[in-house]
């Protein structure tokens, strides 16, 4: 994460989204966005790729740590570039079948 980005809100409730933030999203003019409201923090999504079914307790806990490591940076030391990187990879391909049924014993 490079830091807080900014930009101002007009009269009319309107903004321009900094060059980074449009590059992470992926959109571009005519772009839709969404905003995913936890507590008090609301998250700026792509709303034609986001995918509704996600996992609220994973998204809490990367949100959680995503907090920690932006008031605590010199922790993101403790992580090995190579791990990380493997763990983004790994990520960008799991798919979620929230529908499908559950098999075997499960421990809740």
Do not use: C, W
């Not at 101002?8 to 409201?37: C, F, H, M, N, W």
Request: proline residues 3%; without cysteine.
């Amino acid at each position: 994460m490079k830091g807080l980005l900014t930009s101002k809100l007009t009269e009319r409730s309107q903004t321009t989204l900094p060059k980074a933030v449009k590059e992470v999203l992926a959109v571009d003019a005519g772009g839709r966005l969404g905003y995913v409201i936890d507590g008090n923090t609301v998250r700026l999504v792509n709303a034609e790729t986001f995918d509704q079914h996600e996992d609220v307790v994973a998204q809490a806990f990367l949100s959680f740590l995503e907090r920690d490591l932006v008031h605590h940076p010199e922790r993101l030391a403790l992580f090995p570039a190579a791990l990380l990187e493997r763990a983004r990879a790994t990520a960008a391909r799991v798919t979620i079948d929230h529908d499908a049924e559950t098999t075997g014993a499960i421990l809740l």
